[in-house]
């Protein structure tokens, strides 16, 4: 079982920061692991990919957050999203998402909101 730790999120304002992290627990091999990342859902509106890194470092940003947001890699089994100069839309509920050789997975979702 694979469970994908959320952590981060919450309220800012408009030209704010805030950070996520991703964390992948269980029993999955570390050098299974190909992709991890974020997607966010706005209401209404569909789930969209926002960042994520490819087993060989290789990170793919939507165009919307390129320039204010930045998804690391902590290590093997950890990706942080560090959020700045937020904007109202980018309020929405974001996701955490691993893509293995075994199968892919999600995490729970946590808020993000932002004001203006």
């Known amino acids: 079982q694979v469970q994908l730790v959320e952590s981060g999120g919450g309220l800012a304002q408009a030209g704010g920061s805030l950070r996520l992290s991703c964390l992948a627990s269980?029993?999955?091999?570390?050098?299974?692991?190909?992709?991890m990342g974020w997607y966010r859902q706005a209401p209404g509106k569909q789930r969209e990919l926002v960042a994520a890194?490819?087993?060989?470092?290789?990170v793919n940003y939507a165009d919307s957050v390129k320039e204010r947001f930045t998804l690391s890699r902590d290590n093997t089994r950890t990706v942080s999203l560090q959020m700045n100069n937020l904007k109202p839309e980018d309020t929405a509920i974001y996701y955490c998402n691993l893509e293995s050789t075994v199968g892919a997975y999600w995490g729970q979702g946590t808020q993000v909101t932002v004001s203006s």
């Open positions: 890194v490819t087993r060989g470092g290789i």
């Open positions: 269980g029993s999955i091999f570390s050098s299974s692991i190909m992709r």
